[in-house]
């Protein structure tokens, strides 16, 4: 059986989950930063400048901020030790979910895309019209 990687900010302590306190404060700075209204790549550029790297070797991108502020293990989910409270991580949720932008995609586009596999803009769609 291969070793399963914990979650940035945890490690094992004698056959328990403890906080790794260092990376355990990159995550509570990763959650006030995003709630007070912080964007994934400025918290990035923060992170990378804060010398707590992810994985050693690597720098953030913003798929390692997405998965730490919707991992519920760090507000005590699944016997791990709260690193943020339950309260913050509904509200990254939440600004998680108000960020996301539906496509406006217009019927137009929509058949265009059908018909020649790609994604069609509104320029291609003003060509087609005209």
């Not at 918290?43 to 997405?66: D, E, Q």
């Not at 998965?67 to 519920?72: C, G, K, N, S, V």
Request: charged share 30%.
């Amino acid at each position: 059986m291969g070793k399963r990687k914990l979650p940035f900010g945890y490690r094992m302590e004698m056959g328990k989950t403890a906080l790794k306190l260092q990376e355990a404060e990159t995550v509570q700075f990763i959650f006030q930063q995003y709630i007070d209204g912080a964007s994934f790549r400025e918290l990035v550029h923060a992170l990378n400048g804060r010398g707590v790297p992810y994985i050693t070797g690597k720098l953030w991108n913003k798929n390692m901020v997405a998965r730490i502020l919707a991992d519920a293990r760090y507000a005590g989910a699944d016997g791990y030790p709260a690193v943020v409270e339950q309260s913050d991580l509904q509200k990254a949720e939440k600004g998680r979910m108000e960020k996301q932008r539906p496509s406006q995609k217009t019927d137009a586009q929509k058949v265009l895309r059908q018909l020649s596999c790609r994604t069609a803009t509104k320029s291609m769609e003003q060509q087609v019209l005209d």
